[in-house]
């Protein structure tokens, strides 16, 4: 029996359905096209690049690939205007302190063949697809996402890192996240591949709709979310304000978002850093469980949320400011210091 030829031929299918790269599809790219594929389980993804394409990725996270591709370390997903060599070395010292600065990522590139690559999510991570040009098309603004969660992403998806105000530092807990966006005219398709820890999810909010969330488990949310820390002790706010938050919120000078262009005076810029500093004090010392974050819809477009289900340890951000905030964060919460609460 187990020398049968259907034997040996049902090992031959299951061997072959198990390979990463096995396509049924057969995807055929142009030059410059690039495809993402999941793995079953989502733990990995599959990227095939046609000739003369390329995308950027996450270090470390390319397992296998195949002869006629070729790695770019520490290139930039965005355009660089030109700076002289002191802002430049500025940008440098502000990646190293905090996260900030000029975003340097990993460069694969195929030559003139269409090559497939093997992604992973990381050890307990899967990965999720975005398409920013999907997301765009249903209305929703650039996607704000926490630097660790980045996996890959194509060619034509630009990628910033911007500094956290109040809303933003309340899902984030760190000075800096990443900013994706995509040029219209480079695509009808921008893909933004995430990792999170045991599987992503993705919440839709219309406008006036929210959310409440644990602290630590947002990974990414669009830039028209207004996040705020409450108590858990605190009820959630009656519906009847949110109804009316998407009609006042266009004249509503108090409420902080990211990215909406308005100019700030340095007053303004002063007060919204010692009340995100305070926000993040806030959100460090306080126990599991004893805040979580209100996230709002406060505009007339489309918001996403993505959530991990678990989740690691505090984060705190990038850089020498990254690992401080995580070494005051583990010595309250060791301590089990509570400061008057």
Not at 61 to 84: D, E, F, M, N, Y
Not at 139 to 145: H, Q, R, T, V, Y
Request: proline letters at 6%; glycine letters at 8%; a positive charge.
């Amino acid at each position: 029996m187990y020398m049968s030829p259907t034997f040996f031929l049902e090992m031959g299918l299951r061997s072959l359905a198990r390979n990463p790269f096995f396509n049924p599809a057969g995807v055929a790219l142009q030059e410059g096209e690039s495809d993402f594929r999941l793995l079953d389980k989502r733990d990995g993804l599959v990227v095939t690049l046609g000739p003369n394409a390329s995308i950027f990725d996450r270090p470390g996270r390319s397992v296998c690939r195949a002869p006629g591709t070729k790695t770019i370390p520490r290139q930039c997903p965005h355009p660089l205007p030109k700076r002289s060599k002191i802002m430049r070395e500025i940008s440098i010292f502000l990646r190293i302190l905090c996260g900030g600065g000029d975003v340097r990522l990993n460069q694969i590139a195929s030559l003139s063949e269409q090559r497939e690559i093997l992604l992973t999510a990381g050890e307990g991570n899967v990965a999720e697809k975005i398409d920013l040009a999907e997301l765009a098309r249903d209305g929703a603004p650039p996607l704000l996402f926490l630097q660790p969660a980045y996996l890959c992403s194509s060619a034509n998806v630009t990628i910033r890192s911007v500094a956290c105000d109040p809303s933003i530092i309340s899902w984030a807990r760190a000075p800096y996240v990443y900013k994706a966006g995509f040029p219209p005219e480079f695509g009808t398709s921008a893909i933004l591949c995430l990792s999170g820890r045991t599987m992503v999810w993705c919440e839709r909010l219309a406008p006036g709709e929210s959310r409440d969330f644990a602290l630590g488990n947002v990974i990414a949310a669009t830039a028209n979310i207004d996040s705020t820390l409450r108590p858990t002790s605190k009820h959630h706010p009656e519906t009847g304000r949110l109804a009316e938050a998407g009609a006042r919120l266009e004249n509503d000078a108090i409420v902080v978002q990211a990215g909406d262009g308005a100019t700030r005076s340095l007053r303004d810029g002063v007060r919204d850093f010692f009340r995100a500093a305070r926000i993040l004090f806030e959100s460090i010392r306080a126990r599991e469980g004893f805040f979580l974050c209100e996230m709002t819809n406060r505009s007339d477009k489309t918001a996403y949320v993505f959530v991990q289900l678990n989740r690691n340890g505090f984060y705190g951000g990038s850089g020498l400011v990254g690992f401080v905030i995580r070494f005051i964060s583990a010595f309250f919460r060791y301590s089990h210091l509570s400061l008057g609460r």
